[in-house]
């Protein structure tokens, strides 16, 4: 079983032991990884300068770029016979991030995974369908593990091959479901057209993460697959799925960090500047306990907030959802968007469905927006009105003028149990 008063300890406790692994954690990379090293001594800090968490704003960050520089082990801090694991995530230019874990990383990665499932309703003897990507991806793997240490059976179905799911979804009979809140749509469409009644299965839970989503998703996914959904967050530079959870008792509150092994920032992404509690900015992740891939101030690129609220059933921080990446914000016309905006203009038009991208083109030299859409089953994609009146939404609700194209149910890819590409850059 996983260790769950870890989970409620007071705040100064928490703190004193963030500071303590702090401690331990800027000794261990200054002495193993050079790349730390040398930061330190450019900034004229020694390790034993660190000695509380308030001290982290004097280190400098690390940037994604850092990992593509020192491909693929380069920030490792254990030589290769202790480390039990390499995970790697794909990115959408050049060579994949490469991410080690000792054993005691993978014990650290599978005690938050299992805290996260049971803060989103799983209890040992449960059944898990798992369908998110097994392999390099730690979507698949990273759940396995948390499931299995907090004692429920686990089918490792990955993602895809959607009729063979519908099959175990009815046979198995899953208590809970982990895939991406596309493919949780995905399935609930299936679903519907297979003519299977969701109520029949024995499904709770849907435990949904590794892209944004929103309160409308959430609701189709819960009314389609007759489920309680919740959120999971993670990244793999920090461990994978499981650095924050919502819980289900309290959905649409923001998810809890697990704080004593991942301390967050939120910082001003002009100024790199920490920003008060409850204030958008860039999240940046210390990893306080990791030994094979140890990371200081990670810049996610994740836009959200922090915040502590009244919660009694944990101490631990909270965070809002993920409005998007930084790095997937579009400045049009000067004017910043996120992808997730559009898609809550969508989700307030009854004849539209969520399923859609951005395609970002050049005319004459400015850059524009043209919206791809799928209508609901039963309306016209050729009627212009609607694609008016949406693109009126848009304008009145963003600021700015779209092109808008109306897709028939289906003709925009659905996911297949990875992350769906919402901006489809033409730029180039
Ligand atoms: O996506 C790990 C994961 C697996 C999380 C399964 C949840 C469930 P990466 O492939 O390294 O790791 O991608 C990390 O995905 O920085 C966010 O931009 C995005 N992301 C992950 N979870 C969420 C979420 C996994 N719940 C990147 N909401 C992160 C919004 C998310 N974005």
Not at 39 to 48: A, N, Q, T
Not at 147 to 161: C, D, E, N, R
Not at 319 to 324: A, E, F, L, Q, T
Not at 357 to 386: C, F, R, T, Y
Request: glycine share 8%; aromatic share 8%.
């Amino acid at each position: 079983m996983y260790n769950s008063k870890l989970e409620t300890l007071p705040l100064e406790e928490l703190r004193a032991l963030q500071n303590a692994r702090l401690s331990s954690l800027v000794e261990r990379v200054y002495r193993d990884v050079p790349f730390y090293k040398k930061k330190f001594d450019e900034k004229g800090i020694l390790p034993g300068d660190i000695k509380t968490v308030e001290d982290l704003r004097h280190l400098p960050f690390t940037y994604k770029t850092d990992l593509r520089d020192h491909y693929p082990f380069g920030l490792f801090a254990k030589p290769m016979d202790q480390i039990r694991r390499i995970h790697a995530s794909s990115g959408t230019t050049g060579k994949p991030t490469v991410v080690g874990y000792t054993e005691n990383d993978l014990e650290v990665f599978h005690e938050v995974v299992a805290r996260s499932l049971a803060c989103a309703g799983a209890k040992p003897g449960m059944i898990m369908h798992n369908a998110y990507g097994y392999g390099l991806f730690t979507g698949g793997l990273g759940i396995h593990g948390g499931a299995t240490k907090l004692g429920m059976a686990v089918i490792p179905v990955s993602g895809g091959m959607t009729e063979r799911q519908l099959i175990i979804l009815q046979d198995f009979k899953p208590d809970m479901i982990c895939c991406t809140p596309s493919y949780a749509q995905t399935l609930a469409e299936a679903c519907k057209k297979a003519g299977i009644d969701t109520k029949d299965l024995n499904l709770k839970y849907a435990v949904l993460g590794a892209e944004p989503w929103t309160e409308a998703v959430r609701s189709q996914v819960e009314n389609g697959l007759s489920v309680s959904a919740t959120n999971i967050y993670g990244l793999s530079e920090i461990i994978g799925p499981g650095v924050s959870q919502e819980d289900y008792e309290e959905k649409g509150t923001g998810s809890y960090i697990w704080e004593d092994h991942f301390y967050p920032e939120v910082v001003d992404r002009d100024t790199g500047e920490p920003l008060p509690y409850g204030e958008e900015g860039v999240l940046v992740f210390t990893a306080l306990t990791k030994e094979a891939f140890p990371v200081l101030r990670y810049w996610t690129n994740d836009i959200c907030s922090i915040y502590y609220d009244k919660s009694e059933k944990r101490t631990h921080i909270k965070m809002s959802n993920i409005k998007g990446r930084s790095d997937d914000m579009l400045i049009i016309r000067g004017v910043n968007l996120f992808h997730t905006q559009v898609e809550e203009v969508i989700n307030g038009l009854e004849f539209l469905q969520p399923n859609y991208q951005l395609h970002v083109k050049k005319k004459g030299i400015m850059d524009a927006v043209e919206v791809h859409v799928e209508v609901q089953n039963g309306v016209s994609a050729e009627d212009a009105s609607l694609a008016q009146h949406f693109s009126k939404r848009i304008k009145n609700s963003i600021g700015l003028s779209m092109d808008v194209v109306l897709k028939n149910p289906g003709d925009i890819p659905m996911s297949q149990g990875g992350k769906t590409q919402r901006i489809v850059d033409l730029r180039k």
